[in-house]
């Protein structure tokens, strides 16, 4: 009797059918496999499944054999992905019903999306990178003539006044507001607006002083190439000397500027005084990672590492995304086993099954999305907010025989489990990865 893994094997060898028609006459009858040995009947040995041809390829031939095996890209995958895209209730219910061999492995079909998915990913990443320094080196380039220099210039006056205008207005219409409130300070008020008035007013001609000093300077070109060479270690350094306080010792005159959730605990993220920033930095310096200290010098130490070096971080983060996102497919799966707990029917391999097909999906066409030209991504995603959903309850309604109402309830609770999930995925993924760096 012929295994199912047999016939995957004949199934997925005929393939190289694609590429050129096979011999019909078999002039090997009689010959032993050369696999194992059986007397061969036909192009297949009827024993193990291999194929009894020389294996004598062009290099045309080989190549394809070579994507083939790797993607495993027979007839049985253009059966699968339209549905896949289109109808995937119907897919869902032919896995789970075992028809199973018009298909495409459903887990082969995952690590492939994913693989793609990390590929994408990576390409977008590059090419954003890519793109913004290439601008650079065009501000670079026209920083060194004057007519470079003098049209930057006129840049930074004219958002200086842009600025300035913003702010005074919004002083303005925070002077008349506090003016219509019964009993209100006129003369605090006044002095409130003055002092706005001030700042902005000497922000403004400290833009038009620095417009006026690039506009004038020969080397403004090596100096912003120089600051862009330091942007990540100035950047790392500023890391290193903020400083995180317990939410209830903040005082009123800190300033603070951002917060942090590390280990459960809340902090304050603050800009220290000076006598502060020489704690901070000499605590860095000793090596300080006792207790909830340590924890707060290991997330600076770790931050100001992946800023420096942006490269590395991202290289070993996407070196263990693929491994984390693996655990999307237990989750989902068991999402699915919550919202149909009592539909004995259907066991955990039946809804890993169909996880594996909306997460498929999702890679899938994320990875699509990646890949396509910058006018083209925006509306590509807009399309995926609606169509990733309405996948979802396809899924539902037409695999599991839901109610339209209860395909949309199940939809909602799974989409949300699994968009959490994934959020939280990856932000334990861009924190573990500050551990490794």
């Known amino acids: 009797m012929?295994?199912?893994?047999?016939?995957?094997?004949?199934?997925?060898?005929?393939?190289?059918g694609l590429v050129g028609a096979r011999k019909k006459p078999f002039p090997h009858k009689g010959e032993p496999c050369k696999n194992c040995g059986t007397p061969l009947e036909g192009w297949y040995c009827y024993s193990c499944g291999q194929n009894a041809d020389t294996h004598h390829r062009s290099i045309l031939h080989l190549i394809w054999e070579t994507i083939e095996g790797m993607f495993h890209l027979d007839g049985r995958l253009a059966n699968t992905l339209p549905l896949l895209f289109f109808k995937p209730g119907k897919l869902a219910k032919d896995l789970m019903e075992g028809r199973i061999a018009r298909h495409a492995p459903p887990f082969r079909t995952f690590l492939v999306a994913l693989l793609l998915f990390i590929f994408a990913a990576e390409h977008a990443i590059h090419n954003i990178r890519h793109e913004i320094e290439l601008k650079e080196e065009k501000e670079i380039a026209a920083l060194a003539t004057p007519a470079g220099r003098k049209a930057k210039a006129d840049e930074m006056r004219k958002d200086a006044v842009e600025t300035r205008d913003s702010r005074l207005g919004a002083a303005a219409e925070a002077r008349d507001e506090a003016l219509k409130e019964a009993g209100a300070?006129?003369?605090?008020?006044?002095?409130?607006?003055?002092?706005?008035?001030k700042?902005?007013?000497?922000?403004?001609?400290?833009k038009i002083a620095e417009a006026d000093a690039l506009e004038?300077?020969?080397?403004?070109?090596?100096?912003?190439k120089a600051k862009i060479e330091k942007r990540g270690q100035d950047a790392a350094e500023q890391i290193r000397g903020l400083d995180l306080q317990d939410v209830g010792a903040i005082d009123e005159s800190t300033r603070k500027i951002g917060e942090a959730n590390i280990g459960g605990q809340h902090f304050n993220v603050v800009t220290p005084d000076g006598a502060a920033h020489k704690e901070v930095k000499a605590d860095i310096d000793l090596g300080?990672?006792?207790?909830?200290?340590?924890?707060?010098?290991?997330?600076?130490?770790?931050?100001?590492k992946a800023v420096a070096n942006p490269?590395?971080?991202?290289?070993?983060?996407?070196?263990?995304?693929?491994?984390?996102?693996?655990?999307?497919?237990?989750?989902?799966?068991l999402s699915l086993a919550l919202v149909y707990v009592n539909r004995r029917q259907f066991y955990i391999y039946d809804h890993l099954l169909v996880a594996t097909n909306l997460l498929s999906f999702a890679f899938l066409t994320n990875a699509i999305g990646m890949v396509l030209p910058a006018?083209?991504?925006?509306?590509?995603?807009?399309?995926?907010?609606?169509?990733?959903?309405?996948?979802?309850?396809?899924?539902?309604r037409g695999g599991y025989g839901s109610t339209v109402v209860g395909a949309?309830?199940?939809t909602l609770i799974v989409w949300f489990m699994s968009v959490f999930a994934f959020a939280t995925l990856v932000t334990g993924l861009m924190v573990f990865t500050l551990s490794q760096m």
Do not use: C
């Open 311 to 333: 490269d590395y971080y991202i290289l070993v983060m996407f070196g263990w995304a693929h491994r984390l996102a693996v655990l999307l497919l237990p989750i989902v799966g």
């Open 216 to 224: 004038k300077n020969p080397n403004a070109a090596a100096e912003a």
């Open 199 to 206: 700042k902005a007013q000497d922000r403004y001609a400290a």
């Open 288 to 304: 300080g990672h006792g207790g909830k200290d340590g924890v707060k010098n290991w997330l600076k130490d770790g931050l100001a």
């Open 408 to 410: 949309i309830f199940k």
């Open 185 to 197: 300070d006129k003369a605090e008020i006044a002095a409130d607006y003055d002092e706005r008035v």
């Open 375 to 396: 006018a083209l991504i925006g509306p590509w995603f807009a399309i995926l907010t609606f169509w990733t959903p309405i996948n979802l309850f396809q899924t539902l």
């Open 2 to 16: 012929v295994t199912g893994a047999e016939m995957e094997a004949a199934a997925a060898d005929s393939a190289g």
